[in-house]
């Protein structure tokens, strides 16, 4: 127990993601065409607190592998779709009974949560079909240096430019994406005030602001002693982003998305992210950030957004858990910041 009398229930959450890989609760029925996302959720969060042996991993490998898309023939790569990971069973289904559907609907969130899980269960990605996820991924790149998530037309921002880098980075082949244009699409993308908008033109928000920093991490733009680099060497500016992220932490400890918000559990790790990216982490208050995180915690195992509500999710929890990572909590696994798993030996990552 620490002197604020919050101890952190670490086998209370472990139970709460076990109860969570065998039935989700009936609200999360609105959210089945995320289901990929949502395995993401729990298979990570129990990475985080090294109890991955509590999982049937070939099992898990089987049903995220029965997600991939595949083309026809070789040819099929040319057609313009993408031949990722589907993020549901209902996204697989058929237009018409009985008739193959010409739609093919993976999908950029789902396929970088698919390889995120496979990676975290150990599974050698070199057994995939790469080029197809490549070559199909780099005909969503647009010109401006964006990605649509989909290929049948969708919004294009900051969150699939990080998906591409972090798919690239995952499978250690670059020839998904065009990395110049991506990175001249982030920088257009920083805001007068040092922080990030989802697409040029737009507030600032810390998941925007993460997706940006992080992308450029993976793609070999940042610099991981940029603390101490001039600000003129750096793509971006450094010194106006750490004000602006520094600001995000309110009275209470928390962290805000964008100013005049209430503090939210997930944007501890969106926005301390960021701060540990570029390395300056340590300018934060830590111990204001734990005593918020952990009045977010609930009795029945997770975490929720905001103090005093009462359920948990799967979203806040799992990004109270990364949070906690970067805070050194004790019996977590430290985190490969850029990607959000937890560090993996031997993996390269």
Known sequence: ??????????????????????????????????????????????????????????????????????????????????????????????????????????????????????NM??????????????????????PNGSFMPIHLGAETDLRFVYCAAAICFMLNNWTGMDKEKAKEYIVQCQSYDGGFGLAPGLESHGGATYCAVA????????????????????????????????QRQAVNGGFQGRPNKPSDTCYAFWVGGVLKILGFYHFLDKGALRKFLLSCQSKYGGFTKFPKNMLPDLYHSYYSFAALSLLEEEGLKPLCVELGIAAINGNGI
């Not at 070559?135 to 647009?142: A, G, K, P």
């Not at 610099?223 to 602006?244: H, Q, T």
Request: aromatic residues 10%.
């Open 1 to 118: 127990m620490d002197p604020e009398g919050l101890e952190f229930e670490r086998e209370r959450h472990v139970l709460f993601l076990e109860m969570m890989i065998e039935r989700l609760p009936s609200d999360y029925e609105s959210q089945e065409i995320n289901h990929l996302t949502l395995a993401y959720f729990v298979i990570s969060g129990l990475g985080i607190f090294g109890a991955l042996d509590r999982v049937d991993k070939d099992q898990i490998a089987s049903w995220v592998l029965s997600f991939q898309a595949h083309p026809s023939t070789k040819s099929d790569l040319d057609n313009g779709q993408f031949y990722g990971f589907h993020g549901s069973r209902s996204s697989q289904f058929t237009i018409n009974d009985g008739e193959v559907s010409t739609h093919n609907c993976s999908h950029l969130a789902s396929t970088y949560c698919a390889l995120a899980i496979l």
């Open 121 to 142: 269960i150990g599974y050698n990605l070199s057994n995939l079909n790469c080029e197809a996820i490549l070559i199909s991924m780099r005909n969503l790149q647009q």
């Open 215 to 246: 992308a450029l991490q993976l793609m070999g733009f940042i610099n991981v002693d940029i603390s101490s680099k001039p600000a003129k060497s750096m793509v971006i500016d450094v010194p106006l982003l750490v004000e602006w992220s520094l």
